[in-house]
């Protein structure tokens, strides 16, 4: 089929190509197969969410996986999903019913349940549809939602089991609380934010020494109605005598006790501490120790209740802060507020300050800690890049159990019951099952459903049957799992990459306290982790709507197709480092698309098109004897680019391999070798083998091409014919270097001999010299200059056999190879010395060497000036110790450019005015 446009248009292919892939089924995994299994879970976007930069990099990286090892015949499955999202999709809806003047609390548990689903389904599932834009080649049929039947079963399933296990357990503790979501945190979910605040310094009387006061320091005055003691270090010489004794609480007034305790810092503001258990979590762990009372003077919400008195009741506790200084003050007790920064705990989906609060709870202590460290540590698990082992394995050193219930409606149900009128702390009193109790009459379930990640940790195997033994046959468990790479960000190390780890280990086998190394291989979720950097605009800032600066993948998508983004994306990425985006990287995307759009549009330009589709028949039209050395070389950059980019996939670097693929074809085919062959194509003894040389070029690339850029690789696999008209190029491996080697060889083709690329290279040199030194004497529009080469050297014969290929790429009229000369080539100006070969002179009817010689004379002057100005301002100590140092930089960069360019143009003028 001929290619007419003579520019790619993406929107006339994308939707074409990906409804045959669908149609088709090619992007299904086998649950049973004879061969090797690939596979990849998608880390599951919110169901509501809509695609963005991130999702665009991480989902782009998965698919150069799953379609490279689809193309290598590997059963591959790339499994997509959406997580339910509890926090986030709670909130939203709860944020449209305060539009109705409503609250949850006015529909009821199980109508705002149905609203949320109602919601979800209106709203939900699109980031799917704009991964399909994108080229993502997932099993659909496989789509997962965390809260789907079958997965919902497997989330109470796992809590079942660490429970009957020992790993699970409720305690009223200290945790953090989301006063905007109503709900504790886990400590992943906290983000601590620099914040300038106020230290409050002020001053607690003493009960027994009236007159004598302690000086406290304090953030928080809000909570000074909680406090119920004073805390200072047993070896702080400043308190000892006061060890024992008891101060006055402002509001409401009451006797303090003053107590020692190693845990308050000596240093840090006065040394004295005061201590409010119910609202820190330092506080609450002296209060145990020393038996204090718990005094909670805030409401969930955040606002004051009743035990803060008067005035606070119904306040907020930001305003209360403001009140109790005040209070402070009037009584006066505050002796000074000081500018104060500190890092504050935010709720990571609220975005408001979190309270440690205490609260009744379910908590998790984490399965397979050692043998989570010893997947990693000993390399049974890699990640790339290997610096994020050190965080990982740090903070499996430091783990705390995990509060995994949450204050929510939206989610998983706790699978716990208890009797009704009975105390809810005694566990006889508990019913734990799937199917609830027999008499449910009798009893109440528990109100909380589980954190988000306490479903998502299970991603890898829930998706895939587990536990249902038959479903787990049917989706292909055992064939798939342990999967064969996970990509996702490191800001997510914690909250799902690690707990991913330990429940693989604990729930893929049979019930152990411990596993071995071998085990431990077995039960892994994936073998490689890839972890993403943050995409940032292009002045570094990360990219948010209130910015501006976050752009619409849609939109980019319609302006320059899903290829030029995607190929724009991962060649802007290397490993494991943020990301500079600009929308010029995605134009030059689309370019590079246009550049081999019409690279095949000018192959069929040459007719010969008969019998082209496989690499048989297109090695069969060569004939070794009419190869030269640069189709050697082409052939040897062929080879070249496959073992580099097969290889940097191997090694997760995709950058590496959008940068091979661009100077590959751009350079060495398109503007070395497709320019090199015009001479030959008028030569009728070269033409077939140029012809066929380009075809193997172009279809090796298209297949190496195709998991970065699969459309527009399906779309010319099609129109080139390389491929049968029913067949995919996605189920089409490029060869391996070592195989097209043998291929080429068993043809009579002496690959090996030629790949060293020497004659290629001083091709290269030749006419880059040759063009350099026209640009530099503004003769790039003379097309009347001719050239005398005079050899010095055993190579001089490449120009000879290479000559029409030396006049065709660099403009020139002819040359003329002498092999002796006379002075009166001392006139033939101006001239290039070419490494290794000899000097080729130029000679021009439109160049005045008097007169380019007076003008580079006046440029020199005028760049001596400069340098003498600069030198000036350099040589002042004013200048020096009074400008910032950015400044005085600037200069001396600006005077080193500046002698540069002087440099370069005196040798300009010596080699016009040189006497051989």
């Known amino acids: 089929m001929a290619i007419e446009s003579k520019a790619y248009n993406p929107e006339n292919v994308e939707s074409r190509w990906y409804q045959q892939w669908l149609d088709s089924g090619c992007f299904k995994g086998k649950a049973e197969s004879s061969n090797e299994a690939y596979s990849i879970v998608i880390p599951p976007p919110n169901v509501t969410g809509v695609l963005t930069m991130g999702h665009v990099l991480n989902n782009t990286i998965q698919d150069v996986l799953t379609r490279n090892a689809r ?50 389904d209106t709203h939900g599932g699109i980031i799917l549809k704009q991964l399909q834009s994108l080229g993502a080649s997932c099993d659909w049929d496989r789509t997962v939602h965390t809260l789907d039947d079958d997965y919902s079963k497997a989330v109470l399933t796992a809590f079942i089991k660490l429970f009957e296990r020992g790993y699970i357990y409720r305690g009223k503790r200290m945790v953090n609380w989301c006063p905007a979501s109503l709900t504790a945190l886990s400590d992943e979910e906290v983000i601590m934010k620099p914040q300038k605040g106020i230290l409050y310094k002020m001053k607690y009387e003493v009960v027994e020494k009236p007159g004598t006061f302690i000086e406290i320091s304090t953030t928080r005055p809000e909570t000074i109605m909680g406090d119920t003691a004073v805390a200072v270090h047993p070896e702080d010489p400043r308190y000892t005598d006061l060890i024992g004794k008891h101060v006055y609480r402002p509001f409401p007034k009451a006797e303090l006790p003053i107590i020692v305790d190693k845990a308050v810092e000596k240093d840090f503001g006065t040394g004295a501490l005061k201590v409010t258990p119910a609202h820190d979590m330092l506080d609450f762990e002296i209060g145990q120790r020393h038996n204090l009372e718990v005094i909670d003077v805030f409401h969930p919400d955040g606002r004051l209740n009743e035990l803060a008195g008067d005035p606070f009741v119904g306040m907020d506790r930001f305003e209360a802060r403001k009140v109790a200084a005040n209070m402070l003050e009037e009584m006066g007790l505050l002796i000074e507020r000081e500018d104060y920064e500190n890092n504050v705990g935010y709720s990571e989906r609220a975005d408001v300050p979190i309270e440690p609060r205490l609260s009744e709870q379910w908590f998790l202590k984490y399965p397979k800690v050692e043998e989570a460290k010893a997947a990693v540590r000993e390399g049974i698990i890699r990640f790339y890049p290997e610096r994020w082992e050190k965080t990982y394995l740090h903070w499996l050193e430091n783990i ?94 914690f909250f799902w990459v690690a707990r991913m780890i330990m429940a693989g280990l604990e729930f893929m086998g049979p019930e152990k306290k411990t596993l071995s190394l071998d085990e431990i291989k077995d039960r892994i979720p994936f073998k490689d982790v890839y972890f993403t950097g943050i995409i940032r605009d292009i002045q570094g800032r990360k990219m948010s709507k ?240 001719t050239a005398d080469f005079i050899p010095s050297g055993d190579l001089g014969y490449i120009v000879e056999d290479y000559q029409k290929i030396i006049e065709n790429l660099t403009g020139l009229k002819s040359i003329e190879v002498i092999k002796s000369y006379s002075s009166n080539f001392n006139e033939m100006r101006p001239k290039t010395l070419v490494v290794s070969l000899g000097r080729f002179y130029l000679n021009s009817s439109q160049f005045d060497l008097d007169k380019e010689i007076e003008r580079i004379d006046q440029e020199i002057l005028k760049v001596e000036k400069n340098i003498k100005g600069i030198e000036s301002k350099l040589n002042n100590p004013g200048f020096r110790n009074k400008a910032p140092e950015k400044v005085v930089k600037g200069a001396e960069i600006q005077k080193l450019q500046n002698e540069n360019k002087r440099d370069e143009l005196i040798a300009m003028k010596d080699d016009l005015t040189e006497v051989l």
């Open 71 to 120: 193309q290598s015949g590997l059963n591959t499955l790339w499994l997509p999903g959406t997580d339910h999202a509890g926090i986030a999709t709670q909130t939203r809806v709860e944020k449209e019913l305060r539009k109705e003047g409503k609250t949850r609390y006015d529909l009821g548990r199980e109508a705002f349940y149905n609203k949320v689903v109602e919601w979800r």
């Open 400 to 493: 705390q159990d995990w509060c995994i219930s949450r204050q929510l409606w939206w989610g998983h149900r706790i699978p716990v019951w208890y009797k009704k009128g009975k105390d809810r702390s005694d566990s006889n009193n508990w019913h734990i099952s799937l199917e609830g109790p027999s008499d449910p009459e009798n009893w109440e379930q528990d109100d909380d459903v589980l954190d988000t990640w306490a479903s998502s940790w299970l991603w890898p195997f829930a998706t895939m049957g587990w536990p249902d033994a038959e479903a787990e046959k049917q989706q292909g468990l055992h064939t798939f799992y342990p999967t064969s790479a996970l990509v996702t960000g490191p800001d997510i190390i």
């Open 546 to 785: 209130s910015l501006g600066n976050s752009p619409d993948p849609l939109d980019l998508i319609a302006k320059y197709g899903a290829d030029g983004l995607r190929f724009a994306i991962l060649n802007i990425a290397p490993i494991g480092q943020d990301i500079r985006f600009s929308e010029e990287s995605v134009e030059q995307g689309r370019n590079f698309c246009n550049k081999i759009w019409n690279a095949c549009r000018f192959r069929q330009m040459q007719g010969d098109f008969k019998n082209n589709h496989s690499l048989g028949t297109i090695i069969s039209r060569i004939d070794p004897a009419k190869m030269d050395r640069v189709d050697h070389a082409m052939i040897s950059s062929v080879l070249d680019a496959t073992e580099s980019i097969q290889k940097s996939i191997g090694n997760y670097q995709f950058t590496q391999c959008t940068q091979k693929l661009y100077s590959f074809f751009w350079n060495d085919f398109c503007d070395w070798y497709v320019e090199a062959s015009k001479s030959k194509l008028q030569n009728p003894e070269q033409r077939e083998t140029c012809i066929a040389i380009q075809d193997l070029v172009i279809r090796q690339f298209l297949l190496l091409l195709h998991p970065f850029c699969p459309f527009i690789s399906e779309e010319l696999w099609h129109l080139m014919e390389y491929g049968d008209e029913d067949s995919f190029i996605t189920e089409c491996y490029p060869e391996e270097s070592n195989d097209l080697i043998k291929i080429l060889e068993k043809k009579g083709i002496n690959v090996k001999e030629f790949q060293d690329g020497s004659t290629n290279d001083l091709l290269k040199e030749i006419i880059s010299s040759i063009r350099a030194t026209k640009a530099r004497y503004n003769l790039n529009s003379d097309t009347s200059i």
